[in-house]
């Protein structure tokens, strides 16, 4: 089975508050790419990945993988406005042979290789899965001048969590799909935030994989220090 890596890195940290690629910031002593992109080593996947750079900062990017990865070899492609465009764009640039493509954001330094695998694994068995953790916090939904307006039940509620891996067929169609709704940025209906939910949407079956708490989205400035402190925590042990 051939499996490569798409790694969605076009974003711009605005939520950081960061002066240019939030994938670039550096964390622990290196770029946050760099440490995302190590989690895959131990399964054989640098190798084959494409990683999606915001537009203007390709350069910056190249120079980034080739310092830290002088043996490897990458694909970059171009991102676009929203995720889905981005992954759209790195779905394209697949080599033509792939079967299985494993999508993880760059802004989660932190996946455990277990949980790679057993996503690649589920994704083998069932097409599609997704990894995620059962929610401990209670979720509340609002409406629109912010005063409580449900609260779901809690045990039915996952928090979604990447790498989210897949038959590239499968993937391939619904992002066609979500085009055609008008799911893109370009579209009246929001943009997915992730990969999964396309592939759902489209009626086909999304395999749950557990994932771990560790496996944090680098977005806020908070974020940047736990999973600075997280990161630092592994490379002394
Ligand atoms: O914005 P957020 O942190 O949810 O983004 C998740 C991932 O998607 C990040 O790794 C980010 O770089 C990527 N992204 C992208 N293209 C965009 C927006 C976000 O590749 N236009």
Known sequence: VKTQLLIPAAGMGERLGCDGPK??????GKAMLVWTLARFEPLGLVDGAVIVFPSPHEDRFAAALDEAFPERRFRLAP??????DSVANG????????????????ARPLAATSSIRASIEAAVAYGASTVAVPCVDTILESDADE??????????????QTPQTFRVDLIRQAHERAAQDGTDAGGDVPSATDDATLVQRMGERVKLVMGTRHNLKVTTPADLEWAEWLLRGEESA
Not at 23 to 28: K, N, Q, S, T
Not at 147 to 155: E, I, N, S, V
């Open 91 to 106: 779905l394209a640039a697949l080599d033509p042979d792939t079967d299985v493509v494993v999508i993880h954001d760059a």
């Open 23 to 28: 994938a670039l910031v550096h964390v622990a």
């Open 147 to 160: 005063w409580l307006a449900g609260t779901p039940d809690r045990g039915k509620l996952w928090a979604c």
């Open 79 to 84: 991102g676009g406005p929203a995720r889905q």
